[in-house]
């Protein structure tokens, strides 16, 4: 039964009543070449049910097999978020029946996961400056990921009011992790912040040990929003509502406002919350019912008899636990130090997603100031126009720091740079070519400046006379005329040189 | 003179000695299929033109001098849980009528690639639950030796094929007895190797940790040959063992039973024993004794439970594996009588109720009951914990004795009919033979002579430890050749002749 419709409470009223808890699951697609369980490719958009094979159909008499790679994956996760790891863990059968599930039964880890007790930290900018906050795992486990189900012929593609449904069973067995958090306690007001914070570390994290795209609007990497709240200062947790596939970070921090505030609602006016599923939307910014979760689903968890236990040696975790990456927030704090960017620079990098791209370029010979100057200007710019992940512009690094030479060099400046990021995202060969193709290095020919420049004063006679009477301001005006006629196509600080000699 | 009556390894002679083809051989068991398998009913499904193919192939091939598998041109039939690309698999369910796999089993595999031409896929109760056949959604199998009664089950297809000389050997599988069982009461011979010894893949699931497939065939020799052929490791089956075919085949040619110790499981016999089966069974033990061997009691106290433990492990297994059977990617459809625009789910429970017989359905309804959630520790916990206890019962017998005998099944064939009403008895049927499966241990049953009361033949079974499969052969073969020098002839030689239509060519 769903409770009747309440009004929702204000965000900071409700927080002056209950305490939020919060619980985060979150699935990350590993990017592993073949499935979990069989050998099909993982390769994302392929015609639908071409990377389907006996084992990842359901085919009667086929069997799995773990993929060791995925194993790896899981592990290095684990030891990542400071995991104790499972000398010996299994498999278990989640029975439920769904068109998309080949099987009718999802092969999945129970109550014996490969990765369980670890930690993370996260910070927060607060009122009283950055706060760290604590966030403890509960477990990582191992598992297989569903078909996809098209609904056809309703208006909202959901599967009420649909016409009839397809299934590609393309993503059926791809391997997942899913991560669970612990109830995330104490975060006050900052519950959507912390939320946003810890599935934001999560992506860099697992792109970091590059066991994941972790491309949330693909899919790749998918969040659940456990939210309870209780009334302030109580240690015993509400009921939970659990709203599902919340596919941005942004929509992770939105989620769990908007969940607070409802649930609020339905506190404040003294009914119970039901534990249930929901939907978030998007576009409207709220949740909706969906599954009732009342009477418990039984998956009827047994150990998948399948497969055998995977028991990976404590030489093998060692010798997995030396390959991780430094860890992002010390790699953060090192790359700050050495670029000398300040605390809100930083930010806006990591917050572009730039970080990767900016190493790159300055290993590439920029300085750390030219190469922040194009990812998070011109270039993070671009990005968002044209709603492009900033690694997918067709802009490389190494071009970059290509362009930024030809700066230094003078034989371009920025704003004809500019054009040559345009030549680099229309594909048009490398910054020389497209220099050359479009005709921009800048006249250093003063023979031109020159004749450009009497144009120039020709034309502005009493600009001119202001200059000769020592008022070098004016310089601008003609700077600018002459850049005109020369097409932008000439180093400024040359022309106004020229400028002054000849008034002078 | 027709090959029918030949065994397997009779056959493979003649082939590499040029006397017959492959083609012939093959031929004859086609003729022999057509004239008498419309009163047994063993096969489900015929495949002449793909048999006769292969045997050609490998007359060719022999021809041009090439080196062929002892058993290349053997003709065999296959169980129909196993699946074989291009030729319908049905496990012996409406639900999978017509289904055409688009794969090969590993054995099948194996079967193709050493030259045995595929005769057919043989009948079996319904995703091989029963011990009778009578649960085939086909129509039952009938025992060569009297046509009123059963021949066993799940696995009576294959027998009743290789009792009645339709092939010369076959493949079971056995779960929980569906090998042994079968071969007892229709005097033929069956092994359920070790657990894991032979790849599950492509083996239409009944219990996942039960299942094994094995050889259906006319003598020990004969299933040696054959398990050397299906056995060892597949990358594609987790649970199949990375290791060396046990030497079955020089073990049946050894035949010595001198010094050997032979433990009785005493609770494995007495009450609820037929009296002929209980004679047959002590006479073979005496001719042991003769043969060197020591005889020794032992006992494992858990077996009592071994039934109940099965019926829970069994259910709970299958009712998983049998979820994928919903009528959305292959098999049969059905939509539900008079629903106008059916969801998934009803179009799911429709095909269930249409495509599974009542055995499947009671299973599933168990196996469900037992997973749920309040119930599972009760159950299907409790039930994992006893299957330790029967492991333990056989690792200290085995501490005692090289093997173990017992009879294979508490009766003789019964008729036909007679306990289809009461699901208790029949799974009593599958009391001896159970508890190997649940301990993952090879077990055999050859014929050790018939019934005086009835004049059905009874079975002995020989159970080893894991992966030393061989004992088996060992003791089965000696056991064997003990009878023949006693009989003079083999047991199914004493069978009735059946009635035979002319074939029509």
Known sequence: ?504 | MSTIRLSAAEIAEKLAAGEVSSAEVTQDHLDRIAAVDGDVNAFLALDGEGALETARDVDARRAAGETLHPLAGVPIAVKDVVATEGIVTTAGSRILEGWVPPYDAFLTRRLRAAGLPILGKTNMDEFAMGSSTEHSAYGPTHNPWDLDRIPGGSGGGSAAAVGAYEAPLAIGTDTGGSIRQPAAVTGTVGVKPTYGGVSRYGLIALASSLDQAGPVTRSVLDAALLHELIGGHDPLDSTSIDAPVPPVVEAARRADVSGLRIGIVRELGGEGYQAGVRARFDEAVTLLTKAGAEIVEVSCPSFEYALSTYYLILPAEASSNLAKFDAMRYGLRVGPHGVADPSAEQVMAATREAGFGDEVKRRIIIGTYALSSGYYDAYYGSAQKVRTLIAQDFARAFEQVDVLISPTSPTTAFRLGSKLDDPMSMYLQDVATIPANLAGIPGLSLPVGVAEEDGLPVGLQVLAPAMADDRLYNVGAALERLLLEQWGAPLLSKAPELATKEATK
């Not at chain 1, 590993?30 to 094979?53: D, I, R, Y």
């Not at chain 1, 129970?110 to 930690?119: F, T």
């Not at chain 1, 477990?139 to 098209?150: C, I, P, V, Y």
């Open chain 1, 1 to 504: 039964m769903t409770a009747t419709r309440t009004e929702l409470v204000p965000f900071d009223a409700a927080l002056e009543t209950y305490d939020p808890a919060m619980g985060l699951e979150v699935h990350v697609e590993l990017n592993t070449a073949s499935k979990m369980f069989c050998g099909c490719s993982t390769v994302f958009g392929a015609e639908p049910n071409t990377q389907v094979c006996p084992t990842c159909l359901g085919l009667p008499g086929a069997l799995p097999v773990v993929n060791g790679k995925a194993v790896e994956s899981a592990i290095r996760i684990g030891l990542a978020l400071n995991c104790s790891i499972a000398p010996w863990s299994r498999f278990a059968r989640k029975n439920y029946f769904y068109p998309d599930m080949p099987k009718n039964f999802q092969t999945s880890q129970y109550d014996e996961p490969i990765a369980y007790d670890g930690w993370t930290e996260v910070t927060v900018e607060t009122d009283e400056g950055p706060r760290v906050f604590r966030i403890d795992i509960e477990r990582a486990h191992m598992e297989e990921d569903t078909g996809k189900s098209l609904h056809v012929g309703g208006s909202t593609g959901r599967i009420h009011g649909a016409d009839h449904s397809l299934v590609d069973y393309n993503r059926a067995g791809i391997p997942l992790i899913e991560v669970v958090t612990k109830p995330i306690l104490g975060a006050g007001k900052y519950a959507p912040l912390v939320a946003r914070a810890y599935v934001a570390s999560l992506r860099e994290l697992v792109k970091a040990l590059d066991v994941s795209d972790a491309r949330m609007e693909q899919g790749s990497m998918r969040c659940d929003v456990n939210l309870s709240l209780a009334p302030s200062g109580s240690d015993v947790l509400g009921t939970r509502s659990e709203t599902k596939n919340v596919n941005s970070l942004r929509s992770v921090e939105r989620a769990v406002r908007y969940e607070v505030e409802r649930h609020a609602g339905i506190l404040d006016a003294g009914q119970k919350v039901v534990q249930e599923t929901r939907h978030w939307h998007e576009d409207t910014g709220v949740t909706t019912s969906g599954r009732e979760k009342s009477d418990a689903e039984d998956y009827r968890y047994f150990p998948e008899p399948d497969l055998v236990p995977v028991a990976p040696s404590d030489a093998w975790v060692e010798e997995l636990r030396a390959t991780l990456p430094e860890p992002p927030a010390e790699r953060r704090a090192r790359l700050q130090a050495e670029w000398g960017y300040s605390d809100l620079e930083m930010r806006d990098v990591v917050g572009a997603g730039a970080i990767d791209l900016i190493e790159a370029t300055i290993s590439a010979g920029a300085t750390p100031t030219a190469a922040r100057k194009w990812w998070l200007g011109d270039l993070a710019r671009r990005a968002n126009d044209t709603a492009t992940p900033i690694d997918e512009l067709g802009v490389t690094p190494t071009q970059v720091a290509e362009v930024q030479a030809l700066v230094d060099a003078k034989r371009i400046n920025d704003k004809l740079a500019r054009q040559v990021f345009d030549g680099l995202v229309a594909g048009e060969g490398t910054p020389e070519e497209i220099v050359a193709a479009r005709g921009l290095e800048v006249v250093s020919d003063d023979g031109a400046l020159a004749a450009a420049v009497d144009r120039a004063i020709e034309a502005n006679p009493d600009v001119a006379d202001k200059i000769r009477d020592g008022k070098v301001a004016a310089a601008g005006a003609l700077i600018g005329a002459v850049m005109k006629d020369m097409r932008g196509q000439a180093d400024a600080g040359r022309v106004r040189e020229l400028i002054i000699e000849k008034l002078s």
